[in-house]
């Protein structure tokens, strides 16, 4: 079973550091997402990729996170210069567009970023 | 832009009793709603999906949900629950734009 896999699982960092997680969709996926999850909400939009094209932006988005999909197959989250208040869940979905533009959001395990 | 709200926090139910969890959400046209889990440090479990036709959908571990347009509800329900369904639900609907919106969750604690 291939489902959507993530690496590092689980990140420490120090305040100032850049870190760099990656995700590897289901083959044959075209949409790639990133949301972030703090404790105690719901996952929350970051953005998402059609095949290579960063089709959508969220506001929670600032300047110091970057995210490509090279050849539309996995995808990195870059975050520089971390801040304590980065510290959060981040979670990788992907999903093949359907019928009518339905579709279904399937999600890696999560890797758990924790800034000192 | 939608919204969705998971009224309870957090739901107790004794082992072998039923369940329902309730979501109500926010959505100019017709939605697609789902509902996912989520154990502790873990990502989240489709369980199930509604796009359109047949309002009652089944899913997985026994797991199904109404939606109700004119309540603007999508209540999932099981008839009885077992110790290893402890975890936590999203409810969570699509836009426009296919991004899913999620509420906050409901935490389910089983009691012996």
């Known amino acids: 079973d291939t489902g959507v896999s993530q690496d590092p699982r689980h990140k420490i960092t120090k305040r100032g550091q850049n870190v760099t997680f990656r995700c590897d969709p289901i083959?044959?996926?075209?949409?790639l997402y990133w949301y972030r999850q703090t404790l105690g909400q719901g996952p929350e939009f970051l953005t998402y990729f059609q095949n290579e094209a960063q089709l959508e932006k969220s506001r929670l988005l600032s300047d110091r996170f970057s995210a490509e999909r090279p050849k539309g197959s996995f995808s990195t989250l870059e975050i520089q210069r971390t801040e304590q208040g980065d510290s959060a869940m981040y979670l990788c979905?992907?999903?093949?567009?359907?019928?009518?533009?339905?579709?279904?959001?399937?999600f890696g395990p999560g890797t758990r970023l924790l800034v000192l | 832009a939608q919204s969705v709200t998971q009224p309870d926090i957090h739901i107790t139910v004794s082992e072998g009793a039923s369940l329902e969890l309730r979501c109500n959400y926010s959505y100019g046209a017709t939605p697609y709603l789902f509902w996912y889990v989520q154990s502790p440090g873990q990502g989240l479990q489709l369980l199930l999906k509604?796009?359109?036709?047949?309002?009652l959908v089944q899913g997985i571990k026994g797991f199904e949900a109404e939606f109700k347009r004119s309540q603007s509800s999508f209540n999932l329900r099981k008839p009885s629950v077992h110790w290893s369904d402890a975890a936590e639900y999203f409810c969570?609907?699509?836009?426009?734009?296919?991004?899913?919106?999620f509420g906050k969750g409901t935490m389910l604690l089983v009691s012996p």
């Open positions: 083959s044959e996926h075209n949409r």
């Open positions: 979905a992907s999903s093949l567009v359907g019928y009518r533009g339905q579709e279904t959001q399937y």
């Open positions: 509604y796009f359109s036709g047949d309002t």
């Open positions: 969570a609907v699509a836009g426009a734009m296919s991004t899913l919106t």
